[in-house]
């Protein structure tokens, strides 16, 4: 099992390999309520670290999904774009977004491991 690093943006990664997948936290699925539509990325398309690479909508606002590392779009949940209620049934699990060959894993470093995502969500929902 690889290890799950963590945005400030609400995404979680992990890889293996030079593939990494992508989603957004249980947090962002709590803060955003009842999700009715998501758009992923292109395959084949280049990605930069905070870049935006997808839309998710639901019934309080819209958000777009940031991409925490750079790389190239190999694959993506098509599951999620015809049932996107999925996202907030399993969003750290089979709700991922895409994924990613990396182009530079020292990207991952910048990234928060559980415990700190932990405290960071918790304070910025104060």
Same mark, same amino acid.
Do not use: C, R
């Given at each position: 099992?690889?290890?799950? +690093?963590?945005? &400030?943006?609400?995404?979680?990664?992990?890889?293996? =390999? %030079?593939?990494?997948?992508? $989603?957004?936290? +249980?947090?962002?699925?709590?803060?955003?309520?009842?999700?009715?539509?998501?758009?992923?990325?292109?395959? $084949?398309?280049?990605?930069?670290? %905070? $870049?935006?690479? $997808?839309?998710?909508?639901?019934? +309080?606002? /819209?958000?777009?999904?940031?991409? @925490?590392?750079? =790389?190239?779009?190999?694959?993506?949940?098509?599951?999620?774009?015809? %049932?996107?209620? &999925?996202?907030?049934?399993? @969003?750290?699990?089979? /709700?991922?977004?895409?994924?990613?060959?990396? &182009?530079? &894993?020292?990207?991952?470093?910048?990234?928060?491991?559980?415990?700190?995502?932990?405290?960071? /969500?918790?304070?910025? /929902?104060?």
């Amino acid at each position: 099992m690889s290890d799950t +690093k963590y945005s &400030k943006e609400h995404e979680w990664i992990t890889f293996e =390999g %030079d593939i990494a997948t992508i $989603g957004i936290t +249980k947090h962002a699925t709590e803060m955003l309520g009842d999700i009715v539509f998501a758009e992923l990325p292109e395959k $084949g398309i280049s990605v930069e670290k %905070d $870049g935006t690479a $997808g839309v998710v909508e639901s019934t +309080k606002a /819209a958000s777009d999904v940031y991409t @925490p590392i750079s =790389g190239e779009v190999v694959d993506t949940n098509q599951s999620i774009v015809d %049932d996107p209620s &999925k996202i907030n049934e399993d @969003p750290e699990g089979s /709700a991922w977004f895409f994924k990613l060959k990396m &182009k530079d &894993k020292a990207e991952l470093d910048s990234l928060m491991n559980k415990d700190e995502y932990d405290k960071f /969500a918790k304070e910025s /929902a104060n």
